[in-house]
């Protein structure tokens, strides 16, 4: 039995229509957001600053926690997984009753985003000393951290994981 494959031509004419539209989605692709819309990186800096690091500097930590969604997955250092939005806040509230924070510089230097998904990568400096005795508990820390973001039916960007570990 020999079998035979037949290819499916396009007319001329329909191969450079093909090219024009490949031409000009390439084209589109590379242009950047209009002048008066944020960058995705200065869009998620922002969100990150609004969001995680100003509520979690502060000690707010149920507005920190609103960013996350529902079902949230935390993943820091020296611990278990937080599962969930309530078990995240329990650790939350655990840090800011224990430690004060002396220190913490998050910059986003990565984004990456494609339709409803977004992730944000970035470094951060941290310095947490025991409310008693203010001594030092790790050091001064640097790391690097990244958000993965959903955006929920309300259209709000939600955190739906949170991993962030130290470079030492």
Same mark, same amino acid.
């Not at 969001?51 to 979690?56: D, I, T």
């Given at each position: 039995?020999?079998?035979?494959?037949?290819?499916?031509?396009?007319?001329?004419?329909?191969?450079?229509?093909?090219?024009?539209?490949?031409?000009?989605?390439?084209?589109?692709?590379?242009?950047?957001?209009?002048?008066?819309?944020?960058?995705?990186?200065?869009?998620?800096?922002?969100?990150?600053?609004?969001?995680?690091?100003?509520?979690? $500097?502060?000690?707010?930590?149920?507005?920190?926690?609103?960013?996350?969604?529902?079902?949230?997955?935390?993943?820091?250092?020296?611990? $278990?997984?937080?599962?969930?939005?309530?078990?995240?806040?329990?650790?939350?509230?655990?840090?800011?009753?224990?430690?004060?924070?002396?220190?913490?510089?998050?910059?986003?230097?990565?984004?990456?985003?494609?339709?409803?998904?977004?992730?944000?990568?970035?470094?951060?400096?941290?310095?947490?000393?025991?409310?008693?005795?203010?001594?030092?508990?790790?050091?001064?820390?640097?790391?690097?951290?990244?958000?993965?973001?959903?955006?929920?039916? $309300?259209?709000?960007?939600?955190?739906?994981?949170?991993?962030?570990?130290?470079?030492?």
């Amino acid at each position: 039995m020999v079998l035979v494959q037949r290819r499916m031509l396009l007319p001329i004419d329909s191969m450079r229509w093909v090219a024009i539209v490949m031409t000009a989605l390439a084209c589109l692709s590379s242009v950047g957001s209009r002048a008066d819309e944020p960058s995705d990186l200065e869009f998620f800096s922002q969100l990150v600053a609004e969001k995680y690091v100003e509520p979690f $500097e502060s000690g707010q930590v149920e507005r920190w926690v609103s960013a996350f969604a529902e079902n949230a997955i935390a993943l820091h250092n020296r611990r $278990e997984p937080d599962r969930g939005r309530e078990n995240i806040q329990q650790f939350a509230q655990a840090v800011h009753t224990m430690f004060d924070l002396a220190e913490y510089d998050v910059a986003v230097t990565d984004v990456r985003r494609n339709g409803t998904w977004a992730y944000t990568v970035g470094t951060y400096t941290s310095r947490f000393l025991f409310k008693e005795g203010g001594d030092e508990v790790f050091g001064r820390e640097h790391g690097k951290f990244v958000l993965l973001w959903q955006l929920s039916s $309300e259209g709000e960007w939600e955190i739906i994981l949170d991993m962030g570990n130290s470079n030492s």
